[in-house]
Nanobody, 120 residues
Framework: QVQLVESGGGLVQPGGSLRLSCTAS????????MGWYRQVPGKRRELVAT??????NYADSVKGRFTISRDNDKNQVFLQMNRLQPEDTAVYYC???????????????WGQGTQVTVSS
């Protein structure tokens, strides 16, 4: 079994910064894909940023403000969020495509989510 645990959410004023972290644990052989998504009540979960085999992808709304990075040795992914705006308020979810030690297939996992609130 694989678990994703996020941390780093909270309340921040507009223009401020937060750094989200996500750590994958369990019987992991490799993690080809990691990313961050977000969701507000009543709306679909949307992509924020992903990193797949070193290729970065960002939603247009966060380009130039957010930066995704990985620590492959520690099975971690980070999201540095700068110049936060009220519309960035959401629950942020870590996502990972994991190849476990027990199977050659890749499986999709989600973290429990961490709340980010941008408000004065």
């Amino acid at each position: 079994q694989v678990q994703l645990v996020e941390s780093g959410g909270g309340l921040v004023q507009p223009g401020g910064s937060l750094r989200l972290s996500c750590t994958a644990s369990g019987s992991i052989f490799s993690i080809p894909h990691m990313g961050w998504y977000r969701q507000v009540p009543g709306k679909r979960r949307e992509l924020v940023a992903t990193i797949t085999s070193g290729i970065l992808n960002y939603a247009d709304s966060v380009k130039g403000r957010f930066t995704i990075s990985r620590d492959n040795d520690k099975n971690q992914v980070f999201l540095q969020m700068n110049r936060l705006q009220p519309e960035d308020t959401a629950v942020y979810y870590c996502n990972a495509g994991v190849v476990p030690t027990t199977s050659p297939n890749e499986y999709n996992y989600w973290g429990q989510g961490t709340q980010v609130t941008v408000s004065s």
